[in-house]
C-alpha cells in the first residue's frame, strides 16, 4: 500500500480553536476518505514549529524531529505533505516570513539529498489563515497580535515562491484528467496564477477574432505576479482547447487564482 506521510503542528494534529478540544476528524482524516488506497501516517505535535525556538523544547523543534525520525532511516513514504508555520509567528518566536520559507526550503533540499527527486514526493502545504478572533480569544490573545495575522495572510506567497524556485509541485504535477459520460479528457497544466476578478470572456472578446485570443494567450504567457507558475515551452495557440479553473484568492475579494491547461488527447 502507497503511504503519505502529513507532518505537521496542532492543525495536523487536530486541535479544535475554538474550545482547545480534539477535532473528530482532523484534515488527515479527510484525506484518508479521500484516498482510501494510501496509507496515512499523521505526525502533528501541538507547538511545533519548522525549526528549534524554546528551551528545552525539542518536541517543538520542527526540522530536529523530521530529521531524527524520517531522514535517519529508510523512507517508504510515496509523499510527504509538511504543513508548518502557525507557530512560526506567535509573538515570543516571530521568525519573518522568509526565514519560514529558508526553512522549509531545507526540508526539501535534504529529503532529495537523501532519498532522491523522485519519491519522495514533496507538498508544501500554507496554513490556515489566523484571523482577528484570535485577539479577543482568552487563550490565543497574548500569544498572536496583529503582526501575527498579517505575516499569516501573506505566508502562501513565499511558500509559492518557494515552489516554484523548486520546480516541485508544478512541473510534477501537470496532468489534469476530468472524466464525462461520453469521454476522458486529458489535459496538460501550463499556467497558474493570480489574476483580478475581470470577466476573460467578455473582457478579450473571445468569441470575435483570433487576434484576441492571441492576445489572451500573450498575457497568460506573460505573467509577472509573484508566484505565478508557467511553462513556456507548452504547445498552446488559438487553435488549443484550454481549460480555465478559477477559483477565490487569499489576497482579496477584487482578485482569483487561476490554472489552465490545454487539451492533449479526447478518449471515447
Not at 523522485?118 to 497580535?145: A, G, Q, R
Request: glycine fraction near 4%; include cysteine.
Amino acid at each position: 500500500m502507497k503511504k503519505i506521510l502529513c507532518f505537521g503542528d496542532s492543525n495536523t494534529w487536530g486541535h479544535n480553536p475554538v474550545d482547545c478540544s480534539k477535532l473528530e476528524k482532523p484534515w488527515t482524516v479527510w484525506l484518508k476518505d479521500i484516498v482510501p488506497e494510501y496509507e496515512i501516517v499523521s505526525d502533528g505535535v501541538c507547538g511545533r514549529a519548522t525549526t528549534h525556538y524554546l528551551e528545552n523544547e525539542d518536541k517543538t523543534n520542527g526540522l530536529k524531529d523530521f530529521r531524527e525520525r524520517y531522514l535517519s532511516g529508510e523512507n517508504d513514504f510515496d509523499l510527504i505533505i509538511i504543513m508548518l508555520g502557525t507557530n512560526d509567528v506567535l509573538n515570543n518566536i516571530d521568525f519573518s516570513n522568509q526565514k519560514t520559507a529558508d526553512v522549509l526550503k531545507i526540508y526539501v533540499e535534504e529529503c532529495r539529498t537523501k532519498f532522491g527527486k523522485d519519491k519522495p514526493k514533496i507538498l508544501l502545504v500554507s496554513p490556515i489563515l489566523i484571523n482577528d478572533n484570535c485577539l479577543t480569544h482568552p487563550i490565543f490573545k497574548d500569544l498572536y497580535s496583529e503582526k501575527s495575522i498579517e505575516k499569516s495572510t501573506h505566508f502562501s506567497e513565499y511558500i509559492s515562491k518557494l515552489a516554484d524556485e523548486e520546480d516541485t509541485y508544478f512541473n510534477d504535477h501537470k496532468d489534469l484528467v476530468i472524466y464525462t459520460p461520453d469521454a476522458i479528457l486529458k489535459y496538460k497544466i501550463f499556467a497558474a496564477y493570480r489574476t483580478d476578478d475581470r470577466h476573460i470572456l467578455l473582457y478579450y472578446n473571445l468569441g470575435a477574432e483570433d487576434y484576441n485570443r492571441q492576445a489572451y494567450l500573450n498575457d497568460i504567457l506573460n505573467q509577472r505576479t509573484m508566484g505565478a507558475m508557467l511553462d513556456q515551452s507548452a504547445p498552446v495557440s488559438t487553435e488549443s482547447k484550454i481549460l480555465t479553473l478559477s477559483t477565490c484568492d487569499r489576497a482579496g475579494d477584487a482578485y482569483r487564482y487561476v490554472v489552465q491547461a490545454y487539451l492533449v488527447e479526447k478518449m471515447e
